[in-house]
């Protein structure tokens, strides 16, 4: 069955430094990924997304990665702040009605 | 403010009642969905709707139940069926053009 991963320990940084989180799906070949931040009670937001086709996307300071052949996708923040922290889930597009999200990685920064 | 409720943000529930949770959205989005997230779990597809009158079963649809009878809403329903129902209940709104999910708030029910 398709399947997506995301590391499920925590990710503690200093501010100021880079944040990466990662994403792996196996059993399926999606024409994107999404990534979305989840705040504790709240609803996910919508970040980014990218095409099987595009190699990177940013957006201020978000960079999102997509490798076809490693089937990984890999969502950066730079100069990372304490209101970054939060949790952020990848999700792909698991056939044309749904999409499947992975548990989401916690990011927290620290001063 | 455009966007999607949901209402209400907390709900208790005694075992063997029937509860329904509200989600209404005011994008003009066609399609509507519902996931239960659990500790630890990503989000899991409980109903989902395409269009008016219309809607499927996602993959944990049992114990729940749906009705779309306006483009706007899109009501749940917690049936004394589902075995272990508190968890946190989140409503979305699906665009197409980039395919994006829209979320409410959440409904967070607990069984006492």
């Known amino acids: 069955s398709q399947k997506i991963e995301q590391n499920s320990e925590a990710l503690n940084i200093q501010e100021g430094k880079t944040a990466t989180l990662t994403c792996n799906y196996t059993?399926?070949?999606?024409?994107?990924l999404q990534w979305y931040r989840q705040d504790p009670g709240r609803g996910p937001v919508f970040l980014l997304l990218i095409r099987e086709n595009e190699k990177e996307k940013r957006k201020e300071r978000l960079k999102v990665t997509f490798d076809t052949t490693l089937k990984q996708s890999l969502f950066h923040i730079t100069a990372s702040q304490p209101a970054d922290s939060a949790t952020y889930l990848c999700a792909f597009s698991g056939g044309y009605n749904k999409l499947i999200f992975g548990a989401g990685t916690r990011l927290a920064v620290h001063p | 403010d455009g966007g999607i409720t949901q209402s209400p943000k907390y709900l208790f529930r005694k075992e063997g009642q029937n509860v329904t949770l509200s989600c209404e959205q005011n994008?003009?989005?066609?399609?509507m969905y519902w996931y239960r997230q659990d500790p630890g779990q990503g989000l899991r597809l409980i109903y989902y709707s395409q269009i008016v009158n219309d809607f499927q079963k996602g993959d944990i649809a049992e114990g729940y139940s749906v009705s779309r009878e306006k483009k706007e809403s899109f009501p749940l329903t917690v049936t004394s069926a589902q075995k272990n129902p508190t968890a946190f209940y989140l409503c979305?709104?699906?665009?197409?053009?980039?395919?994006?999910?829209?979320f409410g708030p959440g409904t967070r029910l607990t069984v006492l």
């Open positions: 994008l003009n989005h066609d399609a």
């Open positions: 059993n399926y070949s999606p024409a994107y």
């Open positions: 979305a709104s699906r665009a197409w053009d980039p395919d994006t999910q829209y």
